[in-house]
């Protein structure tokens, strides 16, 4: 279902179908040939590309679109697609449905496993790859440097299966202000660069989110690994990292820069794992550096 209007700088919606028939919820706006495609992290449904959105809509074409089950997207046609390999066919659909121009793929945290394998699985007009704040795979051994993640999360999905209604009513009842006040405390964000408003929305969604889904997306998350791609990848990547980020520690997005045979590491001081709401004007000047540098924007 393609939009009617090209118009640049306004903003179109439009659907691509998954495999499976899952509709996958698209917004872009036109801007030249080249699209940078956003990709979120787990639960998301865009707060962290707020500023760099319209950064991008004046260098080039952008679009961005929600995981299914998130946001504006369908719930899954078929409940067991829920795999990383669904998104990322998901992700294929949407190239697809957006012309199948050159792209370069955006990933923030899972993101940054999706676009690695949409690399993979159809690297042609793939132009240049920009992983922030993420790892080529097993976030749930490296959560907070440990594996206990990992460790935990079958037996709280067993429970949340066993017992749904209760599980539903617990994690719809989080307040959103709540979980907020407790990650500008806790310094899970930089309290002093963020500001709240940026990261109210994502509270919000994440209560919307099916419970029992978000654990099984993350469980296989956590057992993916691009690690065997990384190698391979024959495009420019800028990898961004905060060096005080708990979700993703900063060893995994030096390691995977380090793999990478054409790849520039921006580690920024102070950051955690929403450097993009947290350093935008940062972001933004390496990312456009990047672009007009390696991609020839």
């Known amino acids: 279902m393609r939009a009617s209007s090209l118009s640049s700088g306004m903003s179109q919606h439009l659907f691509a179908r998954g495999s499976d028939g899952?509709?996958?919820?698209?917004?872009?706006?036109?801007?030249?040939?080249?699209?940078?495609?956003?990709?979120?992290?787990?639960?998301?449904?865009?707060?962290?590309?707020?500023?760099?959105?319209?950064?991008?809509?004046?260098?080039?074409?952008?679009?961005?679109?929600?995981?299914?089950?998130?946001?504006?997207?369908?719930?899954?046609?078929?409940?067991?697609?829920?795999?990383?390999?669904?998104?990322?066919?998901?992700?294929?659909?949407?190239?697809?449905e957006l012309g199948d121009g050159p792209v370069v793929l955006f990933g923030h945290s899972m993101g940054c496993q999706v676009a690695l394998e949409a690399y993979r699985l159809r690297k042609e007009g793939v132009r240049a790859l920009v992983l922030v704040c993420g790892s080529s795979g097993r976030i749930t051994h490296t959560f907070r440097g440990t594996n206990i993640l990992a460790q935990i999360l079958p037996r709280l999905i067993e429970r949340v299966d066993a017992h749904p209604d209760v599980a539903r009513a617990l994690w719809s009842r989080v307040p959103a202000d709540l979980s907020l006040r407790i990650a500008l405390l806790s310094g899970e964000v930089d309290a002093k660069s963020v500001r709240a408003e940026d990261l109210l929305p994502y509270m919000k969604h994440m209560v919307d989110i099916d419970l029992s889904m978000f654990l099984r997306m993350l469980r296989s998350a956590g057992e993916h690994s691009a690690a065997d791609l990384l190698a391979s990848v024959d495009v420019p990547v800028l990898v961004i990292a905060g060096d005080k980020d708990a979700f993703t520690p900063p060893k995994e997005a030096e390691e995977m820069a380090a793999a990478l045979p054409n790849a520039e590491l921006v580690m920024v001081s102070g950051g955690t794992h929403v450097v993009p709401i947290e350093r935008a004007e940062l972001v933004r000047e390496r990312v456009e550096k990047f672009l007009r540098e390696r991609v020839g924007l």
């Open 22 to 96: 899952t509709r996958i919820y698209v917004r872009r706006r036109v801007r030249g040939p080249l699209t940078a495609v956003l990709c979120d992290g787990i639960a998301c449904d865009g707060f962290i590309w707020k500023y760099l959105w319209d950064d991008l809509a004046a260098w080039m074409s952008v679009a961005h679109w929600h995981y299914r089950g998130h946001g504006r997207s369908g719930r899954p046609a078929d409940p067991e697609h829920i795999e990383l390999v669904d998104h990322v066919q998901d992700l294929d659909a949407v190239r697809r």
